[in-house]
């Protein structure tokens, strides 16, 4: 049976939407852009089959509880995509929050908003923070407890005092997505998109 690989983002705001769409492009794979919403609406199985119909790898599917707390109906959907038998999950770019609920979960490196990697994690504007491997975030309460191979900490996707702004290429979640293809040896990883028009699943 092959496995599609995807890329998982705890985040589906506007902003997120956006900036995945065109990381997506960059890297010639597909944004599942029904994915995001905030909070997420799709359940799982309904993610898992729009993943299933496109065409090109990676995939990148957007999750958001909206400040839920404990498991919300983004980490159900989230949980039930990675452990699907068709799904090979290459790593998480999980996103900070300012969540009042004091969720967080383990990172295996973060990238600042300059884009420097660190073993800190980061906040929501994407400033380095005083513990190790550890991001407070909406949509990550359930991560520590799924074998994915890598799980990288970024600010707010798209945001960061417009640091990762589309506008200047989003910098940052681009060096997310590379570190997570260089991590798990894709080898589409390397090669951009040659065609120029916007990859989205319908």
Sequence with gaps: MEKRRVIVITDGDEYARKTIE?????YGGRCISRSHGNPTTLSGPEIVNLILQTPYDPVFVMFDDSGFLGEGA???ALKYVVNHEQ????????????????EWTRVDVSID???ELTEYGVDK????????GRING???YCLDSLEVPIIVG?????????????KYGSPVTMKAVEVIL????YDGGSSKAKDTHLHECP
């Excluded at 504007?125 to 190790?132: D, K, L, N, P, R």
């Excluded at 260089?182 to 040896?185: K, T, V």
């Design 22 to 26: 065109y990381v997506a492009n960059q």
């Design 182 to 185: 260089e991590r798990s040896g």
């Design 125 to 132: 504007s994407g400033i380095q923070e005083f513990e190790i």
């Design 74 to 76: 983004g980490e159900q």
């Design 113 to 115: 908003r300059y884009g």
């Design 87 to 102: 799904i090979d999950v290459l790593g998480v770019i999980a996103v900070a929050s300012k969540t009042h609920q004091n």
């Design 138 to 140: 909406d949509t990550v």
């Design 154 to 166: 970024i600010g707010d996707i798209g945001k960061m005092a417009r640091k990762d702004h589309i």
